[in-house]
């Protein structure tokens, strides 16, 4: 298991905070982490959350309410929220799974960390220690473990 998987999350980013959610196509190969990070513009990161659960569904399909059926009302809704908010700002597929992460705030990352190497346009993997270390600038598991 990896300790952090850092997401950019530019366009979403406001969502995700808004409701602890964050979604993508499905499948997807991420590795299973303790924790996520997203990145804003720039690479920044402002928060460390962990994964409460996680599920997939068809938010596009007419049955959206009775996919989500199993779940505690606190988090129905706040699934349902995202994706009426993320239909009228950013979008799904049409015809696409994704898979939802319902996230817990963890920490905030006071000193903004943001990747050495600049802001990558897909996910990267950090050390819980590099990523709380309280550096403005990071370096990815993989350049640690040369």
């Known amino acids: 298991m990896k300790e952090v998987i850092s997401i950019p999350a530019a366009k979403t980013l ?13 499948p997807r190969k991420y590795k299973e982490s303790q924790y996520v990070a997203f990145r804003k513009t720039g690479g920044v990161m402002d928060t460390l959350y962990s994964v409460q659960q996680e599920l997939v569904i068809k938010p596009e399909a007419q049955n959206t309410e009775e996919q989500l059926i199993d779940l505690d009302s606190d988090i129905k809704e706040r699934v349902l929220g995202y994706i009426h908010e993320r239909k009228h700002t950013f979008r ?4 696409e799974e994704y898979k939802f992460y319902i996230l817990i705030k ?3 990352l006071q000193h903004m960390p943001r990747p050495i190497e600049g802001n990558r346009q897909s996910h990267t993997y950090y050390s819980f220690e590099e990523i709380t270390s309280g550096k403005s600038k990071i370096m990815r598991e993989s350049a640690i473990n040369k």
């Open 14 to 26: 406001d969502i995700i905070k808004k409701y602890l959610i964050h979604a993508h196509p499905h």
């Open 92 to 95: 799904f597929g049409e015809k």
């Open 106 to 108: 963890e920490q905030d």
